[in-house]
């Protein structure tokens, strides 16, 4: 699916002909998150022209652009919550792992949380 | 606790003792006593300029942002106002701005018995911001977490809370220079994996993003990833990595023996003495280069 929808755009440039080799590997690829580095590492791109391909997919809406909040706490690192772009968020996220573990920080402020770009294959 | 030799002391021992050493005329052998010589002999303005000069040998944590639009001009100078900025030198291709940041350390110190005192330890800690055409950088000093070696006691000491770090002063950039908040990071994964998988580095510590989940691979004893589960390694190889541990396998030609790198938001840790003046700017090269 992913394969057969996304490659098109790939394909259209010249770096189409070194595709064919990743089938397998993009095949396994999870269709509802989409990093940009499994898309450059796929196609050996510098990252820069990855993140124009993934823009490119959103544009002719083969791809969503989502965004994911990252729990600041080193031993979790994990998205907390995931968003489409322009969807509200809460102004404080609660990461529950963390409130379950006792850890002395668990409540954070939105704002004050790195976010991780992904993409979703839109079906 | 806080004199100005106090400090200047502090400034010194962030520095290998081979380096001030082969830099300072001193009679004295040990770290302490070499230290103290300087710091009683050299003006303050030598020392900092010694910080200057060899600042390459310290301990780095390393920030790399993309310069999207290649223009030196856009950007602010100084780029950080509310630090003291101790040189500043710009050429066609390149800006740098060095500065020594003050900070404060509360600290407990527990002395025999229930004795303990509360006391603030004040820091000069050295930093550079680095603007070329093709990315921002900015290269902070690491400050040991075990502060008694920076106080001469062999009380414990027990670290409550610091005024300025890393975070505070990326938080200040962000406010004072509109040209640094518009930077992303600059990912790194094209570079790292390349070392990787040209087996000029293994890990014995890899973290990454899976589709739903983030892992991690702590590997027992000496062994590393790529050697022991070259399957998982090609799995890892197409995903976001994280803060990973990375052993440079011929580390005397890299002055080395690992780094810590977390290439997706453009980082990378020094968190050992550099050997020679080149060798962070060696291992820098080889991931921007294959980036």
């Known amino acids: 699916m992913l394969l057969t929808k996304f490659l098109p755009i790939i394909d259209k440039s010249f770096i189409g002909k070194t595709v064919l ?3 397998k590997i993009i095949e396994k690829t999870d269709p509802d998150r989409i990093y940009i580095e499994n898309i450059r590492s796929f196609f050996n791109l510098p990252f820069s022209a990855a993140k124009f391909f993934c823009e490119l997919a959103v544009k002719e809406k083969i791809f969503n652009r989502k965004k994911g909040y990252i729990c600041p706490n080193d031993d979790c690192d994990r998205i907390i919550l995931s968003v489409s772009d322009g969807q509200a968020v809460p102004d404080e996220i609660t990461c529950e792992q963390c409130k379950q573990k006792d850890e002395d920080e668990f409540v954070f402020l939105t704002n004050d949380l790195k976010k991780l770009t992904f993409y979703q294959l839109i079906k | 606790m806080n004199s100005d030799n106090n400090i200047l002391y502090r400034l010194l021992k962030l520095f290998p003792v081979q380096t001030l050493r082969e830099n300072f005329l001193v009679k004295t052998k040990t770290q302490n006593s070499i230290i103290n010589e300087i710091v009683q002999k050299y003006q303050p303005e030598e020392i900092y300029n010694f910080s200057y000069n060899f600042f390459n040998y310290t301990r780095q944590h390393i920030y790399f942002f993309i310069n999207d639009n290649k223009n030196l001009n856009l950007f602010e100078s100084p780029l950080l106002s509310s630090v003291p900025l101790f ?5 066609d291709s390149e800006i740098t701005q060095f500065y020594f940041y003050n900070t404060t350390y509360s600290v407990i110190i527990v002395a025999d018995g229930d004795n303990f005192s509360r006391e603030n330890i004040d820091f000069k800690v050295p930093m550079k911001i680095t603007i070329t055409k093709n990315y921002l950088r900015l290269e902070f000093t690491i400050i040991e977490k075990n502060i008694s070696a920076y106080i001469n006691t062999s009380n414990r000491i027990i670290n409550f809370s610091k005024t300025i770090d890393e975070k505070y002063i990326l938080l200040k950039l962000k ?24 087996d000029i580095i293994d890990s014995p510590f890899v973290k990454w993003k899976k589709s739903r989940s983030t892992s991690t691979e702590a590997m027992d004893e000496e062994f590393t990833l790529k050697e022991q589960y070259p399957e998982l390694f090609d799995e890892i190889i197409y995903a976001p990595l994280k803060r990973t541990i990375f052993n440079i396998r011929n580390g005397d030609k890299y002055s080395y023996n690992h780094f810590i790198s977390e290439p997706s938001e453009g980082e990378i840790s020094f968190t050992t003495f550099a050997k020679n003046k080149d060798a962070k700017e060696n291992v820098i090269d080889q991931i921007l280069t294959n980036n």
């Open chain 1, 21 to 23: 080799n990743k089938q």
């Open chain 2, 87 to 91: 040189k500043n030198n710009k050429t």
């Open chain 2, 175 to 198: 406010s004072e220079s509109p040209k640094f908040k518009e930077l992303n990071p600059y990912d790194l994964n094209r570079g790292i994996k390349y070392l990787w998988k040209n």
